[in-house]
């Protein structure tokens, strides 16, 4: 007997957005990613009820179905995007509007956003929105203009270690910078992680976090528990020097911070320290939309506007002000898919 959801029961659409919304941020239809089955449980539910296997089924296309449980290699998936758009439609959410607040509609319309100011960030409700709805709406008030700090964190710190006088080579660091996607590729061929797995364990390290197989450990926990993951992790080369230049680089700060003595500098003063840089460049960014009246919506290290921004003139002003060279991505959104 086939199975067919009942996507009127609320705790059959809360699970199946759910699982909508997490193929459409991290699963491609174009390039293969591991899933183990403890995530695709999170995710799509467990596989030994109808509703999970359904779920699986629909939104992922099973691309090598080879597994090792001694070595942690996990089956590899694709997003099939027939199911995807079967699921939307089932759900009803093609070419449905999504209902927002008046208020943030006027907000859209008018370019002036009701930030909260929380430890050197700007928050709006409109950030926590998945891609999928807030992509839509941002298109659909005219903000097609996306831009995003390439390496911002990384970037960030290693120039102001530098202005503090940090002048050790730092090749896996630079690398990185320069070359992420590279870097993360190479990495999940010799790991057999997927790329965004690779880039919260890199930014993770630059946090301050360890490789360890803790059972509160937060790399411990983007593999999956997996202990001889972490023993790769542990033994990879670029990995390790990751880890070195990453150490130097805060060494050189902690030397400029007033720490009592015996003072711990820790994972929070160190985001701290990168929220105040990264607030420094949103500045000038913000000031250079406002003097070109150009209609943005702030993200942290991103931003989305109505017009592009002439880039050249927005580097050489972040430079002047701040000391800091960025370098920038920028995606046009000619048409976004209702969600």
């Not at 799509?44 to 090792?68: E, I, M, S």
């Not at 006088?165 to 590279?182: H, K």
Request: aromatic share 10%; with cysteine.
């Amino acid at each position: 007997m086939t199975y067919t959801p009942n996507f009127n029961d609320p705790r059959v659409r809360a699970r199946s957005i759910s699982a909508l919304t997490f193929v459409e941020q991290y699963i491609k239809s174009t390039q293969s990613r591991w899933l183990s089955s403890r995530e695709i449980a999170r995710h799509f539910g467990w596989q030994g009820r109808p509703l999970g296997k359904f779920l699986k089924d629909h939104l992922l296309v099973c691309t090598d179905a080879y597994y090792n449980i001694q070595t942690g290699q996990c089956k590899k998936y694709t997003s099939n995007p027939q199911g995807v758009s079967l699921l939307k439609q089932q759900l009803g959410l093609v070419a449905v509007p999504v209902n927002i607040p008046d208020t943030l509609q006027q907000q859209l319309n008018t370019g002036l956003f009701d930030y909260k100011d929380t430890g050197h960030r700007e928050y709006h409700p409109l950030q926590n929105l998945p891609k999928r709805i807030k992509l839509p709406l941002l298109r659909a008030s005219n903000y097609r203009h996306e831009y995003d700090i390439q390496c911002c964190a990384q970037s960030l710190l290693l120039q102001h270690a530098e202005q503090l006088g940090f002048d050790q080579a730092t090749p896996a660091l630079s690398e990185y910078i320069s070359n992420r996607t590279d870097v993360r590729q190479r990495l999940s061929d010799q790991l057999s992680l997927d790329t965004h797995t690779i880039k919260r364990i890199l930014t993770a390290i630059l946090n301050g976090g360890s490789i360890s197989a803790w059972h509160e450990n937060m790399i411990f926990a983007y593999v999956d528990y997996n202990r001889l993951m972490i023993s790769e992790l542990k033994d990879n080369e670029y990995i390790l020097q990751y880890q070195k230049d990453v150490r130097a680089m805060w060494k050189a700060i902690r030397l400029h911070q007033s720490l009592r003595k015996g003072e711990r500098f820790n994972a929070k003063m160190k985001s701290e320290i990168y929220r105040l840089l990264e607030e420094s460049v949103r500045v000038v960014i913000k000031k250079h939309l406002k003097k070109t009246k150009n209609k943005a919506f702030i993200e942290h290290d991103g931003w989305s506007s109505e017009r592009a921004v002439d880039i050249d003139r927005l580097k050489y002003e972040v430079e002047k002000q701040t000391g800091f060279v960025i370098e920038l991505d920028w995606t046009i959104h000619e048409y976004v898919d209702s969600y």
